[in-house]
């Protein structure tokens, strides 16, 4: 029976294109993922026989395996840099922001870019320093290759040395969770699974940066000042039952999915 699979593990492949028929295999960032993941259930209901593998493990693993071949699509939430461009193309599936995220019960709502600075380099350590309770900060940082640790930090106009960080984790529920499970924690996630997570009772609440809210409306108005792009990554190798399942996510059929996910569809 045809499925998607999201997860962690790596794929069973040699160097090179897989030679599996009818197969798309698609890894990298985690914000993508589920989104993917979810038109490719769809897209196997559509296309009986057609089996697409969805696997996450950040942007940078999006990157090496488009590059090598590994993985049909690479999935990327942000820009290429210009060395990647050299091999691979860029397809915007979508637009999100990063934003801020608390716990439900920690009384502080907003900060500013240089707050954050000031709490990401511990230069103020203390929540009461912005009107929360007297409590030390506990700072959640993304792992290395993560491309909303790019995005965030250079917002802030800080190297990854710069930051003194208490928890180091990788995916985003991993920063909801630690939030989740110590109330003095600070993180930041994509804004989609922020609202997501929001949405269903998790008790985060998505502070406000620079006095913008955290909102699809923001992103897609331009307002929120971290915004990113959400793109599908390939090689000059696409096999043709690839191209098939990128054109389906390039197209305006997977809309209510993209919005499902709380991201900004671009078309």
């Not at 593990?9 to 993941?37: E, F, N, Q, W, Y």
């Not at 999935?75 to 840099?81: E, G, I, N, T, Y």
């Amino acid at each position: 029976m045809a499925r998607a699979v999201l997860g962690l593990g790596l794929l069973a492949t040699a160097c090179g294109k897989r030679d599996v028929g009818d197969t798309v295999t698609a890894t990298g960032s985690s914000t993508i993922a589920p989104v993917v993941a979810d038109a490719a259930k769809r897209y196997e209901k559509l296309h009986p026989g057609v089996r697409i593998e969805v696997q996450t493990g950040g942007s940078s693993r999006g990157i090496g395996d488009a590059t090598t071949g590994v993985a049909d699509l690479g999935l990327v939430s942000r820009v290429l840099k210009d060395e990647e461009k050299d091999n691979l193309t860029a397809h915007l599936l979508a637009a999100d922001g990063v934003c801020v995220v608390l716990h439900k019960n920690n009384p502080v709502n907003q900060l500013d870019k240089q707050q954050l600075i000031d709490i990401y380099t511990k230069k103020v350590t203390n929540w009461k320093e912005f009107g929360g309770d007297d409590a030390t900060i506990v700072v959640a940082n993304k792992a290395e290759g993560r491309s909303t640790l790019e995005i965030f930090l250079h917002f802030l106009g800080l190297d990854n040395a710069d930051v003194q960080a208490d928890v180091v984790v990788g995916e985003n529920l991993h920063v909801i969770n630690s939030v989740v499970s110590n109330p003095n924690t600070i993180g930041y996630v994509s804004i989609g699974t922020a609202s997501a997570e929001e949405k269903t009772g998790t008790p985060i609440k998505l502070v406000t940066t620079e006095g913008v809210v955290p909102t699809l409306e923001s992103v897609r108005d331009g307002s929120f000042p971290i915004t990113r792009p959400l793109n599908i990554v390939t090689d000059a190798k696409t096999s043709p039952v690839a191209q098939a399942f990128l054109d389906y996510l390039m197209s305006t059929e997977i809309n209510d999915i993209v919005e499902k996910h709380f991201f900004v569809p671009v078309r």
